[in-house]
């Protein structure tokens, strides 16, 4: 579970330093040293910017921790532990998506993927946030054994409904072994 939670941690901070619109956000380019980040109950240890924030939670029988850059524009969260659905990944997804819709009343799940076995799912949308703030999202959960994983990544975007928010990546190692890991194919993703 360990070695699960360690791929998932590196791929949600391998998003993080993703291509945006063209512009390559990575710690070299932009002159940032990662630092290493212990939370502060020691269940997350994590490399990040300078800069960046993390917080770690924890709801009735799972773990929590969001990251975010210093302007709040990118936000990668994960969570792991017991599913509050059991084995029902699709009501798991279900029920972060409805957390979600808790906080925005306009979310809209663009796309839903759901793996032949029922064990992944994943979620791209966009929502507004309490500050009026556009967001677009990319939600992966896996489960289906009574534990899970959910990690996301979002970015803000214009309010402009027409506007077009494209991000893109080119796997590391890391990330090639967890898409692996997690049988998605980044390619026909989009």
């Not at 009026?132 to 994983?149: H, L, M, S």
Request: proline fraction near 4%.
């Amino acid at each position: 579970m360990r070695r699960k939670i360690a791929i998932f941690l590196i791929f949600i901070l391998a998003f993080s330093a993703t291509l945006i619109q063209d512009k390559q956000v990575d710690a070299k380019a932009t002159g940032q040293p990662m630092k290493k980040y212990v939370t502060e109950q020691a269940t997350f240890v994590l490399y990040m910017p300078e800069g960046w924030k993390a917080n770690e939670g924890a709801q009735e029988n799972f773990k929590t921790l969001l990251v975010t850059d210093p302007g709040g524009l990118y936000t990668s969260a994960m969570s792991y532990g017991i599913s509050p659905t059991g084995k029902d990944v699709l009501a798991l997804a279900s029920f972060f998506a409805n957390g979600m819709r808790k906080q925005s009343a306009d979310l809209n799940i663009k796309r839903a993927m759901v793996s032949r076995d029922k064990k992944k799912v994943v979620l791209d949308g966009i929502y507004t946030d309490h500050k009026n703030t556009r967001k677009e999202f990319r939600i992966w959960i896996k489960g289906g054994d009574g534990n899970f994983t959910y990690s996301r990544i979002e970015a803000t975007t214009a309010l402009n409904q027409k506007y077009v928010f494209t991000l893109y990546t080119r796997p590391t190692p890391t990330q090639q072994r967890a898409f692996e890991l997690l049988g998605v194919n980044p390619e026909c993703s989009q």
